[in-house]
């Protein structure tokens, strides 16, 4: 699948401007809005443009904790991934869900309202998740960058 | 803080999954009407519910195939400087994400790169050589999902 250099500019202009109107993209990107409105259903329709999605404040929301939970499963049992995961998503506090290669298996990004909240949510919710051989926390202090530009 | 209602709630679901939505698209899915959900968005908006927006680009297809997720600890602590660090390190294409962490490590850092070994060239030219840079952790994503959390 190729994208050529109209799709990259218009992409770089959409990543700078993810929320400008097609108008607004088109005269970024030197395009004509019509063009600029095909391409953009292009890139949707091939799957490059998965969506465009608000990030939530949740700290604005009264969400104070943020901690980033690195995760090592005991893989002796081969559903552990599965079975692992399939319960974190049943935790209303987990905002993302990853899995690694490498010495951390999978990361949970847990928020919670405040540090007392954060201990029931450790305690009540995580700790009983299946199959953890071991669990270290980050405490997220705060975003100096976020979803940057790709360099493309 | 923000207090929310339960049809705040389901419009932040709602552009959660597409921020696209039309306010008239929004409002016939929750029954309101379109005045009332524009006046919910604008009210959202302004008390800053909503911190970006985020476009969900498929990576491997743009030629990016590789994500790591690298831990940085800095070295000489007291003796770096953290803005120092921050701007040298923000200042590198290839890194998406730098949260700054209590824990294990200082930083958290999201990096693309299109194959492991433009990823070694990342690590090595531009990681390594970072003012203050100690210990290094990484690991490869393989699986990404986001939640809609606690609404």
């Known amino acids: ?152 | 803080m923000i207090n929310l209602d339960d049809t705040d709630r389901a419009l932040l679901r709602a552009l959660a999954q597409d921020s696209t939505q039309s306010t008239g698209a929004l409002g016939r899915r929750l029954g309101l009407s379109q005045p009332a959900t524009w006046r919910r968005l604008k009210r959202l908006r302004e008390e800053g519910a909503i911190a970006r927006t985020r476009l969900d680009l498929d990576l491997p297809a743009l030629g990016f195939g590789v994500t790591v997720f690298l831990g940085i600890s800095l070295a000489a602590k007291g003796r770096v400087s953290l803005a120092d660090f921050e701007r040298a390190v923000s200042a590198i294409p290839e890194v998406q994400t730098v949260q700054h962490v209590l824990g294990l490590y200082d930083y958290r850092l999201r990096v693309v790169a299109r194959d492991l070994s433009d990823f070694e060239r990342v690590l090595r030219r531009r990681i390594m050589t970072l003012p203050g840079v100690g210990a290094v952790d990484a690991n490869v994503l393989l699986s990404e999902e986001r939640l809609p959390g606690p609404l």
């Open chain 1, 1 to 152: 699948m190729q994208i050529d250099d109209s799709d990259r500019r218009l992409l770089r202009q959409l990543m700078a401007a993810p929320d400008a109107s097609t108008a607004m993209l088109a005269d970024r990107a030197g395009l004509t809005e019509a063009t600029c409105w095909r391409r953009l259903e292009r890139l949707r329709s091939r799957g490059i443009l998965r969506g465009q999605r608000a990030v939530i404040d949740w700290r604005a929301l009264g969400w104070q904790v943020e901690v980033s939970l690195r995760i090592t499963l005991d893989k002796t049992n081969p559903r552990a991934f599965d079975e692992f995961i399939a319960a974190a998503r049943a935790v209303p506090e987990v905002l993302e869900i990853q899995t690694f290669l490498g010495r951390v298996d999978v990361r949970l990004n847990v928020i919670a309202r405040d540090m007392i909240h954060y201990q029931q949510v450790y305690r009540d919710r995580i700790l009983p998740l299946p199959h953890i051989a071991d669990l270290e926390a980050l405490m997220h202090l705060s975003d100096i960058k976020s979803d940057a530009s790709l360099p493309i």
